[in-house]
């Protein structure tokens, strides 16, 4: 097969500038870098391609005997078998912490090692809640398991009298390092665990490990208003830190359950309301329970539609303590009774005669019919 122009591999014009040429190798070579694609024969090659390409454009004396010449001005001077040029990377990607974020995703820090003192784990803890409880606040109590300093050890791990031992295969740092392909790879010291040390003498009380499992009660408040899936935080509830560290975080979730008649959406609620065909065509005042349990009367204007909302304000979600309420939204559903006496019928009978009903009907306009 023959070999690419050494522009075309890396995706460059012959005029590139040695940034252009740089960042277009760089770009490749995290690509087809061997460490990224083990086995990959193809982008093993592709790689070697790259560095052959970028090794001679890089430097001005190869690049312009290529320029006039092409591959034969350049025999000699370098090639896809030698790449010992490139056995440091630090002129292409900067520190070795770009390297290590740019091909095994770490963070580029180095651990000096788990023996300090470190925040523990934060926990979650989900919690259902009435729907009329979420609208309103609430308080709860909820009890959960976590981990808390052993009494006996303090937090160390180690019986009484002893101490830890700076760990000897990694001399304390938790971590060992290696060669992979052209890179020193740091990896969690086997020994210790990425701890940096050893307990001779674990306390019998917790085998070590600093920390024994407790249930814990707390009462938490439910705020005013909180939707389905929002959460609070309670700071400093979570799992004690390792060597003694402080306490993380405890999260609470609030699952709210459904109500049988009210919906809420933002701030607002809903609910729907049967009302009789007279009420709707002669109007009414009737009387509707809201969600705190008070009665209000809300007065039916005549001729209203099937489906139509009335809007009572300040009786929906509190936004906050001391904010002003959302509002409710009532929608009148009327019903058809489906059974009339034999009076009832003879008086629908009536008014049809009276009205003059249309046993012709004309189609409504569909934007009419949205607009109602």
Do not use: W
């Not at 490990?209 to 959460?231: D, S």
């Not at 009737?286 to 009665?295: A, Y």
């Not at 007065?299 to 009572?312: A, C, D, F, S, T």
């Amino acid at each position: 097969m023959a070999k690419r122009d050494y522009y075309e591999v890396l995706g460059v014009q012959k005029g590139a500038t040695k940034d252009d040429i740089k960042k277009a190798y760089r770009k490749l070579a995290i690509q087809y870098h061997p460490d990224k694609n083990q086995g990959n024969k193809e982008a093993e090659e592709k790689f070697k391609e790259a560095t052959e390409a970028y090794e001679i454009l890089s430097d001005d004396q190869k690049k312009a005997a290529y320029d006039q010449f092409g591959f034969a001005g350049v025999e000699g001077m370098g090639g896809s078998q030698d790449f010992s040029a490139f056995r440091d990377f630090g002129d292409i990607f900067g520190d070795f912490s770009s390297i290590f974020d740019t091909f095994f995703g770490g963070n580029g820090r180095r651990s000096s090692g788990s023996s300090g003192v470190r925040q523990g784990a934060n926990l979650r803890y989900d919690v259902d809640i009435s729907f009329k409880d979420a609208v309103f606040g609430t308080k709860v109590e909820i009890q959960y398991s976590r981990n808390e300093a052993c009494p006996v050890c303090k937090g160390t791990g180690a019986s009484s009298g002893t101490g830890k031992k700076v760990c000897s295969t990694c001399g304390g740092s938790g971590q060992v390092r290696h060669s992979q392909g052209f890179f020193s790879v740091a990896s969690t010291c086997p020994n210790c665990g990425g701890e940096g040390y050893i307990i001779e003498h674990p306390c019998k009380e917790c085998n070590g490990a600093g920390t024994q499992k407790k249930r814990q009660k707390i009462m938490v408040t439910v705020p005013p208003g909180v939707e389905n899936g929002k959460r609070v935080l309670i700071p400093r509830q979570g799992d004690t830190g390792p060597n003694g560290g402080p306490p993380g975080d405890l999260y609470v979730f609030f699952r709210v359950k459904p109500h049988e008649y009210f919906e809420r959406q933002d701030m607002d609620l809903y609910c729907a309301v049967p009302i009789s065909i007279s009420q709707a065509v002669l109007g009414a005042d009737i009387h509707v329970i809201t969600l705190d349990g008070k009665t209000i009367k809300v007065k039916v204007p005549p001729g209203i539609q099937n489906g139509k909302m009335l809007r009572i304000r300040d009786e929906g979600i509190p936004a906050g303590s001391g904010g002003r309420r959302g509002n409710l939204y009532i929608k009148l559903m009327i019903q058809i009774p489906t059974k009339l006496s034999r009076r009832g019928k003879e008086l629908m009978e009536e008014l049809a005669r009276v009205e003059g009903e249309d046993d012709s009907p004309k189609p409504i306009p569909l934007a009419e019919l949205a607009e109602q």
